[in-house]
């Protein structure tokens, strides 16, 4: 379908750029980019990972081509640019409902939150660790001084609170006191409900195993009533027959 037939179809829509699968950049990424470049000024190549290896970092990459000007001649190259996934309010609504069929009952909010958190963390470990990694390179001088890099890695380090203040590492205290003092009451309130529910428990099974002796001896005791009253009546029904016998038989001479 061309370009003219697509606005006709999404008319709404517009054209930003292409992607690629990759999973890297090819040398004829930049032909195609300036192909791109008739229906928009400044097309955002991106490159998805169809096979990512790593969960922690989105499989895509953003690039976009600038001039590079050198002593013979000018090409193009490509740049990296920050990226980020989103959605719009419909597809949020639709993969919520979706959701909804595949979840696993079994795992709690707070679970979710945990594991959440626990996976920015591993993320923000690898940042820091190719932060590292980097400046050892430059250290070694095995890659070039990046001015900007060491002006972001200052802002980073100017808002990092100062931990050795006694106020706030006071304040730290008592917020973890807080929140350990809120989760130890709550386990202990767990664990007694949890005993009272065993109790209650047994207590009612008590109840209905007394209820089903006391059933199966009253059943028990009106079979032997039975019993003797079907024994009885044949005892007497015996005795008639043979009272009627010897009426019935006539008297000797």
């Not at 955002?44 to 990512?52: A, E, K, R, T």
């Not at 290896?53 to 000018?74: F, G, M, N, R, W």
């Not at 909010?109 to 430059?138: E, F, H, I, N, P």
């Not at 006071?170 to 807080?178: P, R």
């Amino acid at each position: 379908m061309g370009y003219p037939s697509t606005l006709t179809v999404s008319a709404r829509e517009k054209v930003i750029g292409w992607y690629s699968t990759g999973p890297k950049i090819q040398p004829a990424d930049i032909e195609i980019n300036e192909m791109v470049r008739r229906y928009t000024p400044q097309p955002v190549f991106c490159i998805i990972d169809v096979n990512p290896k790593d969960d922690l970092e989105i499989p895509t990459q953003a690039y976009v081509s600038v001039p590079d000007v050198s002593d013979t001649q000018t090409q193009r190259n490509f740049v990296h640019i920050q990226s980020e996934i989103g959605a719009m309010e419909a597809e949020e609504v639709g993969v919520e409902h979706l959701l909804r069929d595949i979840r696993d009952t079994s795992v709690s909010t707070l679970s979710d939150q945990v594991a959440q958190k626990v996976s920015s963390l591993k993320g923000l470990k690898k940042r820091m660790d190719t932060l590292a990694d980097y400046l050892k390179k430059v250290a070694a001088g095995k890659l070039p001084l990046n001015h900007q890099i060491l002006y972001n890695l200052q802002d980073i380090f100017n808002l990092c609170p100062n931990l050795q203040l006694k106020e706030l590492v006071t304040s730290l205290k008592v917020n973890t006191n807080d929140n350990m003092l809120v989760i130890y009451v709550a386990s202990l309130i767990r664990s007694i409900i949890a005993l009272h529910n065993l109790i209650n428990n047994k207590l009612k099974n008590q109840d209905l195993e007394k209820i089903k002796r006391l059933k199966d001896e009253k059943q028990e005791k009106k079979a032997i009533e039975a019993k003797g009253q079907a024994a009885e009546g044949k005892k007497n029904n015996k005795d008639d027959g043979s009272s009627k016998k010897d009426e019935a038989s006539p008297p000797k001479k």
